[in-house]
């Protein structure tokens, strides 16, 4: 079924090996489900979908925020956002929230990030105060199309 499909997106050389990896995943999952029933619990529920649930809105709006209403051209100092944000998340996230800096030179290591930003901030286009700042901005200008 999955080989009758039309996938422009996917390369020919990369299309069975696409195709397994997705059959594999409806494997696992279809299994977890059938344990989770066979043995009336509520594993896959706990295990899968609430983190699903609870994790991904918060993992979409920091997504989000690295690129989106950010320029369309290769210049690192104008398509990537800066977010600056409390120590603790910085520190879960590897200091990915200097985002910028990591596109502008990504052979600087995640230590170094908050040095490279204290150098280069003001050459950066996008840097923002939090990510609830930056999704409110988002959702202000959604439809609004930066060049």
Known sequence: MLQ??????????????????????????GMAIAISIAFQQPWFLIYWLLPL????????????????GCSYDNNPLSNTRTTLTLFPLRYLMWNMPFH?????CASIPF???PT??????????????????????????FGNVTS
């Open 4 to 29: 009758d499909l039309s996938y422009p997106f996917i390369p020919e050389t990369s299309r069975a090996e696409v195709i397994r990896s997705v059959r594999l995943q409806l494997f696992v999952y």
């Open 53 to 68: 649930a609870v994790g991904q809105p918060i993992l979409r709006a920091i997504l989000l925020s690295e690129h989106t």
């Open 100 to 104: 910028a800096e990591h596109h502008f």
């Open 111 to 113: 230590h170094a990030l």
């Open 116 to 141: 490279a930003h204290a150098k280069l901030a003001s050459h950066f286009t996008h840097v923002d105060p939090g990510y609830i700042s930056v999704n409110r901005s988002i959702i202000a200008n």
